[in-house]
Nanobody, 122 residues
């Protein structure tokens, strides 16, 4: 199995910055796509940013130019630098990884972290 643990959420004022981190552990063979999603109260979970193992990153239109996703394959980690935060960014942020493991060596399985709360106050 693969476990994802997020950190870095918290309370920040409008215009401030936060950096989220997510580390994957377990019997990992390879991680393909990694990404960040978020879910605000009463709304569906949405993609924030995606970073393939190789290839171009992808961002939700609402965060382009403000958020930057990066990853460290040696550490099985993904990060989200969030700048110019707005109240609309308030949500629980979830880390996602499509990974091959010793239990699923031929088809990647989606794994999720437990979520970290980001609250932006005006």
């Amino acid at each position: 199995q693969v476990q994802l643990v997020e950190s870095g959420g918290g309370l920040v004022q409008t215009g401030g910055s936060l950096r989220l981190s997510c580390a994957a552990s377990g019997r990992i063979l390879r991680i393909n796509d990694m990404g960040w999603y978020r879910q605000a109260p009463g709304k569906q979970r949405e993609l924030v940013a995606l970073i393939p193992r190789g290839g171009s990153t992808r961002y939700a239109d609402s965060v382009k130019g403000r958020f930057t996703i990066s990853r460290d394959n040696a550490k099985n980690a993904v990060y989200l630098q969030m700048n110019s935060l707005q109240s609309e960014d308030t949500a629980v942020y979830y880390c996602n990884a499509a990974a091959l493991s010793s239990a699923n060596a031929y088809r990647p399985v989606d794994y999720w972290g437990q979520g970290t709360q980001v609250t932006v106050s005006s």
